[in-house]
């Protein structure tokens, strides 16, 4: 028998019930890989990058997740840079170059920075950003997206994206 939390058996030997804790089977998850998005030469809070339309996690257990987003940013400048953070909410989400102050932020912001003379405009580093996320509601479906901002002129961008998203 299943409660919509745990599973129950009740043994053959005088009927004795049995809690099967399958809880870990049960956890939400999500995995995608999206398309890249456009680059942004907005400054801060920068865009939000679409990413939300498919990244989305309804927990099923407690209502807390991990969320790790990982890629490459780059600027098309020299002495420029990017500057990318986590963000979720409910509801629609937001579309790409949305206010990226939409939803709520999470973790810490990740920055790349191309200094001066002898760096090359376009240079690429990778990026991971990460947080647990506590407190969200059982069955409420959350968005979850990045934002982007340029820092110091030209255009920011973030390519090759993998998140991975899991109830804990």
């Known amino acids: 028998e299943y409660n919509g ?46 990413l939300g339309g498919s990244a989305t996690i309804t927990p099923v257990v407690n209502g807390k997740i991990m969320i790790v987003i990982s890629g490459d940013l780059s600027n098309s400048s020299q002495s420029s840079g990017a500057m990318t953070k986590i963000r979720y909410g409910t509801g629609s989400a937001p579309a790409w170059g949305s206010s990226g102050s939409t939803g709520t932020g999470a973790g810490s912001a ?22 647990i996320v506590t407190g969200l509601s059982v069955g409420t479906t959350y968005w979850i997206d990045l934002s ?18 899991m109830e804990l």
């Open 5 to 50: 939390t745990h599973l129950y058996f009740t043994a053959t030997n005088g009927g004795t019930r049995y809690q099967l804790d399958q809880q870990n089977s049960l956890r939400a998850t999500y995995q995608g890989t999206p398309a890249n998005p456009s680059g942004t030469s907005t400054g801060s809070p920068g865009i939000m990058l679409g």
């Open 110 to 131: 990740v920055n790349l920075l191309i200094l001066g003379a002898g760096n090359t405009a376009g240079t690429t580093a990778p990026f991971s950003c990460n947080a």
């Open 148 to 165: 982007l901002a340029q820092t110091s002129g030209g255009t920011a961008t973030a390519a090759d994206i993998s998140i991975s998203i």
